[in-house]
């Protein structure tokens, strides 16, 4: 039980960054997901099809371990994400982040095709 209750947290603060990132497009996501019968286990179906680096991004920044359960943990900052990952800088990360964002809506509406 304390798993699914992760996964759908995990799903949720998933869900909020790409309406977030979405900006002017964010009603149209936002209805579109709406149209989705189990949202949660399409975003976890999507999820999952994500490379290991995509993942734990998603997991540091948005605060859960994708490889434990989806737990709750500190959410990273950017600068965090850039040192664990060998990046340079802070800005190098949250463009990782932000494409990974893009990419998760992306095939998010390919999933609901």
């Given at each position: 039980?304390?798993?699914?209750?992760?996964?759908?947290?995990?799903?949720?603060?998933?869900?909020?960054?790409?309406?977030?990132?979405?900006?002017?497009?964010?009603?149209?996501?936002?209805?579109?997901?709406?149209?989705?019968?189990n949202l949660c286990e399409t975003v976890m179906s999507v999820f999952e099809k994500l490379g290991y680096r995509d993942?734990?991004?998603?997991?540091?920044?948005?605060?859960?371990?994708?490889?434990?359960?989806?737990?709750?943990?500190?959410?990273?900052?950017?600068?965090?994400?850039?040192?664990?990952?060998?990046?340079?800088?802070?800005?190098?990360?949250?463009?990782?982040?932000?494409?990974?964002?893009?990419?998760?809506?992306?095939?998010?509406?390919?999933?609901?095709?």
């Amino acid at each position: 039980m304390e798993y699914s209750i992760h996964k759908m947290r995990a799903a949720h603060l998933i869900l909020s960054a790409i309406l977030t990132m979405q900006g002017e497009n964010a009603p149209a996501f936002s209805a579109y997901c709406d149209t989705i019968d189990n949202l949660c286990e399409t975003v976890m179906s999507v999820f999952e099809k994500l490379g290991y680096r995509d993942r734990t991004v998603l997991g540091m920044r948005l605060g859960f371990d994708p490889h434990k359960g989806f737990v709750p943990t500190k959410v990273c900052k950017y600068l965090e994400i850039a040192t664990a990952f060998e990046m340079t800088l802070a800005s190098s990360a949250s463009r990782l982040f932000h494409r990974i964002c893009r990419r998760f809506a992306a095939s998010m509406l390919e999933a609901g095709r």
